[in-house]
């Protein structure tokens, strides 16, 4: 398996502009999980889904932040519009179930400017 | 208030010698607790689980304790290599419905030769 892939690796966007994150997770895992990393907090989880359906939403910053799920392959992570504090490396990672460990994609790094 | 604190931001020690990375948390009563590794640029990669009545566990050179009296986690490398050079993770888990993995900001780790 290629394991968890994220695109676009790096995004610069202006403020204000609309921001999409893509995520395929690994064949089989039931769990998908969007963390962001920053220097300053570290790595925060902002949503988690199990079989396509968002479970915890209460890391998600605000309204501007949204996440889908459509089915058990893609995922993405929408930033409307993206301000400069949003800039932060932005993980996914899937599961095969809740008590397991965590596979990492290798993360978008976004700068907004 | 919740709080995971992971010893010094960096550790630097040299060839053949013994790490030993902690993971102090306040408030929070895990179920497990697992670390990872992470690279520069890419994404954290699963090394160990522990559970709460584990008090210790072994793979190859890595060695983790749990202790729930003292609240903390100490990860062992022994005869460190320069290529276990790295920032490590420690990720606490409540053992609850509905909770997803809390992670500590790291310690970096640089073996010298």
């Known amino acids: 398996d290629a394991g968890v892939i994220q695109s676009p690796r790096h995004e610069v966007t202006e403020m204000g502009q609309e921001v999409t994150l893509r995520c395929k997770p690994i064949?089989?895992?039931?769990?998908l999980f969007w963390y962001r990393q920053t220097m300053m907090r570290g790595l925060e989880l902002l949503i988690y889904?199990?079989?396509?359906?968002?479970?915890?939403d209460s890391g998600m910053p605000e309204d501007r932040f949204s996440a889908k799920m459509p089915n058990a392959s893609f995922s993405t992570l929408k930033i409307q519009p993206s301000e400069p504090r949003d800039s932060a490396v932005y993980f996914c990672?899937?599961?095969?179930?809740?008590?397991?460990?965590?596979?990492f994609g290798s993360g978008t790094q976004l700068s907004v400017l | 208030s919740q709080k995971i604190e992971q010893n010094s931001e960096a550790l630097n020690i040299q060839e053949g010698k013994t790490a030993t990375l902690t993971c102090n948390y306040t408030?929070?009563?895990?179920?497990?607790l697992q670390w990872y590794r992470q690279d520069p640029g890419r994404g954290p990669v699963f090394l160990l689980l522990?559970?709460?009545?584990?008090k210790e566990k072994r793979k190859e050179r890595l060695k983790v304790t749990f202790d729930t009296t003292l609240k903390q986690s100490l990860f062992h490398i022994t005869a460190s290599q320069p290529a276990d050079s790295a920032t490590y993770l420690c990720?606490?888990?409540?053992?609850?419905?509905?909770?997803?993995?809390?992670f500590g900001k790291g310690t970096t780790l640089s073996v010298s030769s």
């Open positions: 522990i559970r709460e009545n584990e």
């Open positions: 889904f199990n079989n396509n359906v968002p479970i915890d």
């Open positions: 990720a606490l888990d409540m053992g609850q419905a509905g909770t997803a993995l809390i």
């Open positions: 064949s089989g895992h039931d769990y």
């Open positions: 990672a899937s599961s095969l179930g809740f008590r397991e460990k965590l596979f």
């Open positions: 408030n929070y009563s895990p179920a497990y």
